[in-house]
């Protein structure tokens, strides 16, 4: 599996479920949205301003996309979940089947960052990210080409273990 | 990553937290469960049993074990579900990073099941069980020693497809 099919896979508009898990507190969340998924152009002003911004050479990205969610909260109104991000793979250019991944807002922590990619043998998409406080790992895999799921777990670089572990059901909203 | 490290790595007391996704009603639910994980030995009567009923020698045998849980259900006492099994590996005597897996007890149905389990180069365990109407895949991994996640998905046979998907994210009591 390559990022490019990976992206292509996910494009358009996902109805996703999410449960986070709190692993110290045993707490539950549970999250209902939509995601879309859409494509952007290699000369794309935004992808070229994120590329610029951590230096990279534009002729060496792929399958640039763009995230945006809106959760759905059943208490107020205001607090429902909303976002979207920048997303720019950038893969090794000696093993395709990984690469770096540029993100114009993190999952962790609401700046930028890099994350390392690699697709397992089976395609299963795995993300490691950084930040200074914490690291991420992002897991994704297709069930089916229209289910998809995502295992994402944050862990404080202090050492003291991973703080939530959440696991999201997406399934591809066919009506559009 | 072979079977024996992997049921070793498994034994003792978890706390599990449990979200489960019917992805059709988008309906959560959530468990809180303790479960015990205890090796058996290879001529324990009931593993013999087991091998038994399958026809299996047993001799090709590797790990058996069993596994008790207990859930804490908030609003009835006599709802909590409870329930125990004993899992037999056969690794394959070619490839020993996969093999069969006798469950006295099946996941999806409650009658003994036979499941092809196979390890990923990362050393994710993949179970994957064919029942009459239903096919269940279970996968496991650690993600530190005292931290493991497992992912359940069912889908119906006849080709409805995914019919619900869980995530557990299982902490080692360390205090027994």
Redesign the interface.
Known sequence: MQIAEFVEQSLGRW?S?R?G?N?AF?H?E?V?STIDISARSNDDAEVLKLCQLHDVEPDSIASPFHMEWEGESDWDEDESPRGNCLLVPIPNSHDPSRGLLLRSQGYAETIPSVGRYVF???GMF?LATEYDRAAA?ERIWF??EN?R?R?S?IKTSNGT??LT?S?A?E?RSLSG
């Open positions: 109805r479920q449960s898990h692993l045993q539950f549970e209902r397992t043998e089976e795995v790992e069930a089916t289910l799921f295992v777990t273990g991973i572990a696991f059901s399934v």
